[in-house]
């Protein structure tokens, strides 16, 4: 992997956490005031879940496996 790659994943990282702690917000918001429907909470927390598998992905390729 060469730098440029390895600073393009760490970028995407970056942004698709901040993106995770935005939906987690967002929701805790929407349970806390009430005003968010069954279905809508549903839905971000399938997008937080897409996301966090996303996260996974990316820090799997950063990571070099290693045989033991």
Request: charged share 40%.
């Amino acid at each position: 992997m060469t730098e440029e790659q390895e600073r393009e994943i760490r970028s995407e990282l970056a942004r698709l956490r901040q993106e995770h702690r935005d939906l987690d917000a967002a929701i805790a918001a929407l349970d806390v005031s009430g005003r968010g429907d069954r279905l809508t909470i549903q839905r971000l927390k399938k997008k937080k879940l897409l996301i966090k598998d996303q996260v996974q992905r990316l820090e799997d390729q950063l990571v070099p496996d290693i045989i033991a």
